[in-house]
């Protein structure tokens, strides 16, 4: 309110008491409390730590934004508890406004794995911006994911700028602060406290248009991220899995209860999205389509029976009616063409 009255956090800090109480809502004691704050060793203390934070986050490359800033996330500014501040290592793009967030759990199964690596693919293709956490599992298998397939991710973390958690995603970090940026509210210093990471989902979900679960227990942290973005009023898509699986309970239990949205493919999720409050403003879906002109005639007859869904050789074989040895002959020239990929088992899927 105040902010909003006068401009900027410093020009609150410097108005006088006459200003500040003609503020609607504002009464003398509160009046009072701003005025002499500056004038107060308490502000003092503050300055001096700021100027500390900030040579912290000089020495990292990294910088803060506030809200008040011009280039602070739209979409972000919008939920309900915005951070007054975000710490950034990287850079913000304006196209990171077409975000889709995945998260799920850190134990994901071969199957996704698979679906991760799928869905963040196609995503990217489609110019989709990958917003995550850090944590082992998906959200690594995510980042990793969009970062080989060319496309941004932006990385929110629980803890300061300058804390590498896990340990062993540090090489990821800085990867992704090279081709995206790596997001935090929490001071540098700030270690990965268990509290910091609810609340930091709020940011994953308040950043994207919509949150895509892969795999997630019934209690598992994604289930929050899921509340949230359903409070944020953000999409909610679910990928369906094994109902015997533990790691898809979670998933399944939001499409039972139609909080979030079944999805078997990428089209599922771009329909549902739009920009701004416009509905109408549906996000063009714009195909990279692979030039089969490059392809000899038994590359192109065996790329027609391949999807984005993994599909056996043996299959493939048969649909062609060609020998399994032949079809893998020509799936390794499609390969080499970053056609297709292979994936364990003698299953394909396009690239």
């Given at each position: 309110m105040l902010v909003s009255h006068f401009g900027t956090p410093a020009a609150v800090?410097?108005?006088?008491?006459?200003d500040l109480i003609a503020v609607d809502g504002i009464n003398r004691k509160i009046a009072q409390t701003i005025f002499h704050f500056k004038r107060s060793d308490k502000f003092e203390i503050a300055s001096i730590y700021a100027k500390k934070q900030l040579s912290?986050?000089?020495?990292?490359?990294?910088?803060?934004?506030?809200y008040w800033d011009e280039d602070y996330p739209d979409l972000l500014k919008k939920i309900y508890d915005p951070p007054p501040y975000i710490f950034i290592k990287?850079?913000?793009?304006?196209?990171?406004?077409?975000?889709?967030?995945?998260?799920?759990?850190?134990?994901?199964?071969h199957y996704g794995i698979l679906m991760t690596?799928?869905?963040?693919?196609?995503?990217?293709?489609?110019?989709?911006?990958?917003?995550?956490?850090?944590?082992?599992?998906?959200?690594?298998?995510a980042h990793n994911t969009a970062l080989r397939a060319g496309g941004r991710t932006i990385a929110v973390i629980g803890s300061g700028l300058d804390i590498y958690y896990p340990p062993e995603n540090r090489q990821l970090y800085q990867k992704i602060s090279e081709k995206g940026a790596v997001i935090?509210?929490?001071?540098?210093?700030?270690?990965?406290?268990?509290?910091?990471?609810?609340?930091?989902?709020?940011?994953?979900?308040?950043?994207?248009?919509?949150?895509?679960?892969?795999?997630?227990?019934?209690?598992?942290?994604?289930?929050?991220?899921?509340?949230?973005?359903?409070?944020?009023?953000?999409?909610?898509f679910a990928v369906p899995g094994n109902i015997t699986s533990k790691q898809s309970h979670g998933c399944n239990i939001l499409i039972k209860n139609g909080r979030a949205k079944l999805v078997e493919t990428v089209d599922d999720i771009l329909e549902e999205l739009v920009i701004g409050n416009d509905r109408s403003a549906k996000i063009k879906i714009s195909r990279n389509n692979i030039n089969t002109q490059n392809l000899?005639?038994?590359?192109?007859?065996?790329f027609d029976v391949i999807g984005t869904e993994p599909i056996h050789i043996d299959t493939i074989s048969e649909r062609v009616n060609m020998p399994a040895s032949d079809v893998l002959v020509h799936l390794l020239g499609l390969e080499f063409k970053n056609c297709v990929k292979q994936l364990p088992g003698k299953l394909f899927l396009r690239i």
């Amino acid at each position: 309110m105040l902010v909003s009255h006068f401009g900027t956090p410093a020009a609150v800090l410097n108005a006088s008491m006459r200003d500040l109480i003609a503020v609607d809502g504002i009464n003398r004691k509160i009046a009072q409390t701003i005025f002499h704050f500056k004038r107060s060793d308490k502000f003092e203390i503050a300055s001096i730590y700021a100027k500390k934070q900030l040579s912290r986050l000089n020495r990292i490359n990294a910088r803060i934004l506030t809200y008040w800033d011009e280039d602070y996330p739209d979409l972000l500014k919008k939920i309900y508890d915005p951070p007054p501040y975000i710490f950034i290592k990287g850079e913000l793009s304006k196209e990171d406004h077409k975000g889709i967030a995945i998260v799920g759990t850190r134990s994901p199964t071969h199957y996704g794995i698979l679906m991760t690596e799928k869905f963040t693919r196609e995503l990217v293709r489609e110019g989709i911006t990958i917003i995550s956490g850090l944590a082992r599992g998906v959200d690594t298998i995510a980042h990793n994911t969009a970062l080989r397939a060319g496309g941004r991710t932006i990385a929110v973390i629980g803890s300061g700028l300058d804390i590498y958690y896990p340990p062993e995603n540090r090489q990821l970090y800085q990867k992704i602060s090279e081709k995206g940026a790596v997001i935090s509210e929490y001071e540098m210093g700030m270690k990965p406290d268990a509290v910091n990471f609810p609340r930091r989902n709020r940011i994953i979900s308040g950043l994207s248009l919509g949150v895509l679960i892969i795999e997630t227990d019934i209690n598992g942290g994604a289930m929050i991220t899921a509340n949230t973005a359903l409070d944020q009023n953000r999409e909610v898509f679910a990928v369906p899995g094994n109902i015997t699986s533990k790691q898809s309970h979670g998933c399944n239990i939001l499409i039972k209860n139609g909080r979030a949205k079944l999805v078997e493919t990428v089209d599922d999720i771009l329909e549902e999205l739009v920009i701004g409050n416009d509905r109408s403003a549906k996000i063009k879906i714009s195909r990279n389509n692979i030039n089969t002109q490059n392809l000899n005639l038994f590359e192109k007859t065996i790329f027609d029976v391949i999807g984005t869904e993994p599909i056996h050789i043996d299959t493939i074989s048969e649909r062609v009616n060609m020998p399994a040895s032949d079809v893998l002959v020509h799936l390794l020239g499609l390969e080499f063409k970053n056609c297709v990929k292979q994936l364990p088992g003698k299953l394909f899927l396009r690239i």
